[in-house]
Structure formats: C-alpha cells, structure tokens
C-alpha cells in the first residue's frame, strides 16, 4: 500500500525559506513522476512543481526562481526547497505521486494528506 507523508510546513514571514519533504512508502521510487501541489482556501488546487519519470522538472510560473524541486531515491523522499517566499506561498502543500502499471505511469494516483505553509507580510 502506498503511502505519502509530508513533512516541514509551516509559519514563516516572507522572504523567509522552508523545505518540504514527502516520504513515500509502498512505493517504487523514480519510476515515475512525483510533484507538489498547493490550495489556497477558495482556491483550485494547483501544480506547484514536479519530477517527471524521465527526471525533467517543470514548475508553475510564479515559483520559478524560487522552488526547487529534488528527490533522494535512496531515502525515498522527494523535496521542495522553497526560497523568497511570498504571502500568496500560502496554501496546503500536497505531495502526489504517480501509478506505475505495466510499463506505464498513470498521473496523480497518489496523495499525501497535506502540511499547512503560512506566510505573513
């Protein structure tokens, strides 16, 4: 059974940095693509950032610059490094994950339950 936990939320002002982590079990690790997304209250949720399976990264364009997204196989966690964040950062943070099924990958199957990231101007 797959499991995504999230970890390293929470409150800080802006400018200020802090890492994400989603430690996956169940789950065979860089077979395919694994990525963050983000809801704010009333809002849709939305691609933050994500690893695909050919190891290509792609971030929404308000994060550019900003988040970095990055994996350790070994440990079988996946990260995002969030750096000069902003207010408009808020938002419950998800990590999902994709479902490897005879050679192919199928998107989002996978979801962690969440971790809270506020930040105050």
């Known amino acids: 059974q797959v499991q995504l936990v999230e970890s390293g939320g929470g409150s800080v002002q802006a400018g200020g940095s802090l890492k994400l982590s989603c430690a996956a079990s169940?789950?065979?690790?860089?077979?395919?693509?694994m990525g963050w997304y983000r809801q704010a209250p009333g809002q849709e949720r939305e691609l933050v950032s994500r690893?695909?399976?050919?190891?290509?990264?792609t971030y929404a364009d308000s994060v550019k610059g900003r988040f970095t997204i990055s994996q350790d196989n070994a440990k079988k966690t996946l990260y995002l490094q969030m750096n000069s964040l902003k207010s408009d950062d808020t938002a419950v943070y998800y990590c999902?994950?994709?479902?490897?099924?005879?050679?192919?990958?199928?998107?989002?199957?996978?979801w962690g339950q969440g971790t809270q990231v506020t930040v105050s101007s």
């Open positions: 690893i695909n399976r050919d190891s290509t990264t």
């Open positions: 999902a994950a994709d479902r490897s099924y005879l050679l192919r990958c199928y998107a989002n199957e996978y």
């Open positions: 169940g789950y065979i690790f860089s077979r395919c693509g």
